[in-house]
Structure formats: C-alpha cells, structure tokens
C-alpha cells in the first residue's frame, strides 16, 4: 500500500512539473503577442509570429516576413521596402514548447508619418494609371472610330468603281445589240434601193409622155417606203453615237481615278523610304498621312498602321508600319527596296 501512495505521489509531481513551465511561459508573454498591430505615439508597430520553427534563426526570419506581410496588408502597400519604408526591429520574444519547437514574436516599428505619406503616393499613382487607362481607351476607340470611317469610304469608292464597271459592261451590251440591229436595218436599206433600182430599170417607157404617169407613181410609193428606213437608220446611228461618247467618258473617268490612285501609290512608295527605327507615330504620319486602318495587340500592347493603294493597273498592295510598346517605330513591311523586323 506504501508503495503505491508512493507511485501516485512521483507521477502527480511529474505532470506537474510538465504543466508548469508552459503556463508560466504563457503567463510571461508580452502584452503585444497578442495583438497583429497597434499605435504608439507616431509609430505604427506591427507583430509577427512563427509557429514551431526548427531554429531561432529560422523562426526570426519567418516571424520578421509575417510581420511584413502584415504590414502590407494594414497599408495596403506591395512592397513598403521599395518604397522608402525603414523597418525597425523593436524587440523579439521566444519561446519553446515542450517537444523542442520554437515560437518567435517580433514586433516592428515604422514610422506612422512616413507611412501614410506613402499610402498618398500610391493613391496618387493608382489615380494616375487610371487616367492613364482611360485615355488609353479613349484613344483605341478613336482609331476605332478612324478604322471603321476609312473602311466605309473604301467601301464607297469600291460600290462607285463596280457601278461604274457594271454601267461600262452594260452599255457594251446595249451597243452590241443596236449594232447589230443598225447592220440588219442597212441591209434591208440596200435592199430596199435595189428592188427599186431594178423595178424603175423594168418599167422605163418607149413612150415618154404615155409611161412617165405610171413610172413617177411606182417612184413616189416605193421612195415613201425607203425614207423612214432612212430615218430609223439616222437615228440609230445617232443613238450609237451618243452612247459609245459616254461609254467613252466612263472609261476616261475611271483612268482618270487609277491614275490619281497610281500617283497616291507612288508618293507613298517613295515616302516609306524615309522611315527609320525609333520613329514616333505623330513623326511616321507627317511622313506617310493618315493610314487606312489601324490595329492594336492589347496583350502585347503593340499596334501598326496600314497604307493600302492601287497603281494604274488596279493591282492594290498594303504597307505596314509597326510600333512597340513604347509607340516606336520597330518593323516595316511592304515598302518596294526596304524593310525591317523586331
């Protein structure tokens, strides 16, 4: 019986040899372990903790990044260190548990002032880029707006240039039809003044004065039928006249246009010559004029510039300049004798 009140007396005393420490060690906190941040004067302290480090110095390190990460987090700041903070370590508590892990508490301290001073400049960039993201918006749907107003005058001189072609093509159609109909009349024409030459040959008179009556009648009938085949033929030619000068004035309209069209094509072939590297594109437009389209990479925020033209012989060809993210000049393409790539 002795021995086992002396049993039961070892292990209440080894459990609370084993209880104690850890409630003493909890009891000698400092009172800032239980808080993530607070202000002191013009400071702003902040606590970071690492639980169950191998090492002190393991703990510290982690313990020293945790209290950062709070930091940003109060300051809603991504990297305070770039952004001139000093970071002062104000003191550190550790503690060790009973299977040997360590707890490391390190409290910081940066100054209150500096911090929101901070902050304003972040603010202050933030508003920034978002009047810079705006404009940037602006500007797209401007080119946008100027892409889509060239594409529709292109396709306004397209529709004029195939009405043109059509009326050409069906004039051509309607010519060959009243040629054909004008042959045809002139045949019945000639025809026509055969038949009477033949019939006055047959009915000329031994007599003057007995067979001129009948002859002048025969005459007189058979020239009332000839003159308006001699009419229709009149008009018709006069219709075909009419109509081969505006077909003839289409085609001068139409080389008129490629030709004004060849020339835009070879100012802008000669132009393009003149483009460098590096160039902007308020210099790249003083150079070449507006472009017909625009395009923008958002992803790579990258954009260029096309010149389509057509020479003299309706062949179209496109001269492509590209910009960088800087909206420099960085490839050009489709120029005759030069070219570049990134």
């Given at each position: 019986m002795k021995v086992f009140i002396f049993l039961l007396w070892m292990v209440l005393t080894v459990q609370s040899f084993s209880i104690g420490p850890c409630?003493?060690?909890?009891?000698?906190r400092p009172f800032w372990t239980k808080q993530s941040s607070f202000v002191e004067g013009e400071d702003l302290l902040v606590v970071g903790i690492a639980l169950h480090a191998e090492t002190v110095e393991e703990g510290r390190k982690r313990a020293f990044e945790n209290a950062k990460v709070e930091l940003m987090n109060f300051a809603q700041v991504t990297d305070v260190e770039a952004k001139g903070l000093v970071i002062?370590?104000?003191?550190?508590?550790e503690e060790t548990n009973p299977i040997g892990m360590i707890t490391v508490y390190q409290l910081l301290r940066v100054p209150a002032k500096k911090l929101v001073e901070i902050q304003g400049h972040v603010q202050e960039h933030t508003r920034l880029q978002g009047q810079a993201f705006d404009k940037s918006q602006r500007d797209l749907q401007l080119v946008q707006q100027a892409v889509v107003s060239r594409y529709q005058r292109l396709e306004e001189q397209n529709r004029q240039i195939q009405e043109t072609l059509d009326s050409m093509s069906r004039l051509q159609e309607s010519l060959r039809e009243k040629a054909l109909r004008f042959e045809h009349a002139h045949t019945e024409v000639e025809q026509l003044l055969q038949q009477l030459s033949a019939k006055v040959k047959d009915t000329q008179p031994t007599s003057t004065s007995f067979a001129s009556p009948a002859m002048n009648y025969n005459f007189t009938k058979k020239k009332s039928i000839a003159e308006p085949l001699l009419r229709r033929f009149k008009d018709?030619?006069?219709?075909l006249d009419a109509q081969a000068a505006q077909l003839k004035d289409l085609s001068k309209r139409a080389k008129v246009r490629l030709a004004e069209e060849d020339e835009l094509a070879r100012a802008l072939e000669k132009k393009c010559k003149y483009l460098v590297r590096g160039m902007t594109r308020e210099e790249v437009g003083q150079i070449m004029s507006e472009p017909s389209e625009q395009y923008l990479d958002i992803p790579s925020k990258t954009s260029?510039?096309?010149?389509?033209?057509?020479?003299k012989r309706g062949a179209t060809g496109i001269i492509?300049?590209?910009?960088a993210y800087n909206e420099l000049v960085d490839s050009l393409d489709g120029c005759p004798g030069k070219s570049f790539r990134p």
């Open positions: 409630w003493a060690e909890t009891n000698k002062e370590t104000q003191t550190t508590f018709t030619e006069n219709t260029s510039s096309k010149y389509r033209y057509m020479n492509s300049v590209g910009f």
